[in-house]
C-alpha cells in the first residue's frame, strides 16, 4: 500500500470521489450495526449454564455453612479460593462480595477518602486538594467513578509496557496532592497491554516513594485470566512485589467473574492486606447481613480448579474476531500511515488511533452509515482526548458477520475523515 501522505492533491481528489461513493451505497443500506458493547456474547454465556447444576439441594459450603443464610462477610472459602486461582493472591487475601468488581473499587476510594483504607491511614478528604493518576487510554467508567467521589484525575501515558513510570515517579515523588493510581495491568482498557515485571515491581515501590502518606495503588485485574492464546501471557506478581516492598496495605487489587461466567450474575473479588479488607468488612457490615453466598458457591463449584480449561472455551469464541479485527484492520489501513491500533493478546477491546483531531469525525461518519462506535474522547478522563484520536473497539458481542462489516464501515469512515483533512489542509 502506497502512505497517502506520498500522493498528490489530485490522486486524494479522485480516491476521496470513491470513497465518497463507497459510502453513500453504505448509507443507503441503513444499517444497524454497534462496536460498542464490551461485553460476552450469548455463545460465550452459554459456556456456563452448567453453574445451575451445581447445587441440586447441597447448600452447605465446604466448611458446612448453609449458604441460604446471612452472614458470611469475607466470603466463603471455596470463593476465596477461586478468588485466589484468578487473581494470584493468597486466598486468605482475598474478601469476596457482591456481582461487581466496579463496586468494590468504588467502596475501596471512598474508604480512602472518608475514612482511610486501613487503620492508622489518614483519610484523603483531610488533605485538601486530592488527585488520582489515570493512564491514558483509559476505562470510562474508572473516570466516572473517581469524577463522582470529587477526585481530580491527571493524566499519564500508557505505553506498551504500563503506565510511563519515570512520569508517574516524578509526579508521585513530588506532588503530595497525587493520592493513588488506577491501573488494568493485563490486557488494559482498551489498548490491551500487559504491565512488564519492572513496571510490576516500580508500582508495588510507588507508595515508598510517594509524597503522599497514603497513596494506594488500585489495581482493577478485570482480564487476568482472559488469555486469547495458551499458554498464556504471565503478568508478574503485584502481591510478591508488594510484599517485598512492604507495600501491601496501600495496594487494593479486584476482579471478577463478570467476562468468565454470566456479566450480570458473576462474583466480585477484592485482594488485599488483611488491615484493608477488615476496614472494607467494617464498612460493608453497615451495607449488607451478608453476600449472596449461594452464587459465591455456585462459582466454587463450578470453577475452582479449572479456570484455565473454562477460559479457553471463551477463547475459542473470541480468538477468531479478534483476528477478523485485525485483518480488517491491516487490509484497509495497513501501509496507508494514516491510523495505528493494537493487536492484544487477550481482553476485551482493541484501541485505534487515528491521525489528531480526527476521532469524533470518524465516530460521526459511523454514525451516519449505521454504527455505533464508544463516543470519542471516551477513554480519557472528563471524556477529554487531548489529541482527539483514540476509538475503542469492542468486538466481543457482534456476531460474526455484524463484526466483519461493522469494521468495514468504520475502517471507510476513517480513511474518508482523513482524506478529507488532508485535502483541506
Ligand atoms: C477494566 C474493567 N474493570 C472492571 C470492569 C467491570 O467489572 P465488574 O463487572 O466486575 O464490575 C470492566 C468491564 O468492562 C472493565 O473493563
Known amino acids: 500500500m502506497t502512505a497517502w501522505s ?68 469475607r466470603g466463603l472459602v471455596e470463593a476465596r479460593e477461586l ?15 457482591g456481582n461487581s468488581s466496579l463496586s468494590l473499587m468504588y467502596l475501596a476510594m471512598e474508604t480512602a477518602l472518608r475514612n482511610g483504607l486501613s487503620q492508622g491511614m489518614t483519610p484523603w478528604q483531610k488533605s485538601g486538594r486530592v488527585r488520582v493518576l489515570t493512564p491514558v487510554p483509559g476505562y470510562d467508567r474508572h473516570f466516572a467513578l473517581t469524577a463522582a467521589l470529587g477526585v481530580e484525575m491527571l493524566n499519564v501515558a500508557l505505553t506498551d509496557t504500563g503506565p510511563d513510570m519515570q512520569a508517574v515517579q516524578e509526579l508521585v515523588r513530588t506532588d503530595s496532592s497525587i493520592k493513588g493510581i488506577w491501573c488494568v495491568p493485563k490486557y488494559a482498557n482498551p489498548t490491551g497491554c500487559i504491565y512488564s515485571d519492572e513496571t510490576v515491581r516500580q508500582i508495588a515501590e510507588l507508595p515508598h516513594i510517594a509524597a503522599a502518606e497514603d497513596f494506594i495503588v488500585f489495581w482493577d485485574n478485570a482480564y487476568a485470566v482472559h488469555d486469547l492464546e495458551f499458554p498464556p501471557l504471565k503478568l508478574a506478581s503485584l502481591f510478591e512485589a508488594a510484599q517485598i516492598a512492604g507495600t501491601q496495605d496501600h495496594i487494593v487489587q479486584f476482579g471478577s467473574t463478570s467476562k468468565i461466567t454470566f456479566a450480570g450474575a458473576g462474583i466480585a473479588f477484592v485482594g488485599s492486606a ?51 479485527v485485525a485483518d480488517k484492520l491491516e487490509s484497509a489501513l495497513g501501509g496507508l500511515g494514516i491510523a495505528s491500533w493494537t493487536n492484544p493478546r487477550g481482553g476485551y477491546f482493541v484501541s485505534l488511533d487515528v491521525m489528531p483531531g480526527l476521532a469524533k469525525r470518524v465516530v460521526a461518519l459511523a454514525k451516519e452509515a449505521g454504527l455505533a462506535m464508544t463516543a470519542a474522547g471516551a477513554t480519557f478522563p472528563y471524556g477529554l482526548d487531548p489529541e482527539d484520536r483514540n476509538i475503542r473497539i469492542a468486538p466481543t458481542f457482534a456476531e460474526p458477520d455484524a463484526l466483519e462489516a461493522a469494521m468495514d464501515v468504520l475502517t471507510l469512515c476513517v480513511k474518508i475523515a482523513t482524506i478529507e483533512s488532508m485535502i483541506d489542509q
Open 274 to 324: 488483611e488491615s484493608v479488607l477488615a476496614r472494607l468488612e467494617e464498612r460493608i457490615s453497615v451495607m449488607t447481613v451478608g453476600p449472596d453466598k449461594l452464587n459465591q458457591l455456585r462459582h466454587a463449584r463450578f470453577l475452582l480448579g479449572r479456570v484455565t480449561e473454562h477460559m479457553q472455551g471463551h477463547a475459542q469464541i473470541l480468538k477468531p474476531k479478534f483476528t477478523m
Open 83 to 97: 478468588g485466589s486461582e484468578i487473581m494470584d493472591v493468597p486466598a486468605t487475601n482475598i474478601l469476596v462480595s
Open 6 to 73: 506520498t500522493l498528490s492533491t489530485e490522486q486524494l481528489s479522485a480516491l476521496r470521489e470513491r470513497l465518497r461513493a463507497d459510502f453513500a451505497r453504505l448509507t443507503s443500506n441503513r444499517l444497524s450495526l454497534d462496536l460498542t458493547r464490551g461485553k460476552p456474547g450469548a455463545a460465550q454465556l452459554d459456556l456456563s449454564n452448567g453453574i445451575d447444576d451445581t447445587i441440586n439441594g447441597d447448600y452447605r459450603s465446604r466448611e458446612g455453612i448453609d449458604v441460604r443464610n446471612y452472614g458470611g462477610l
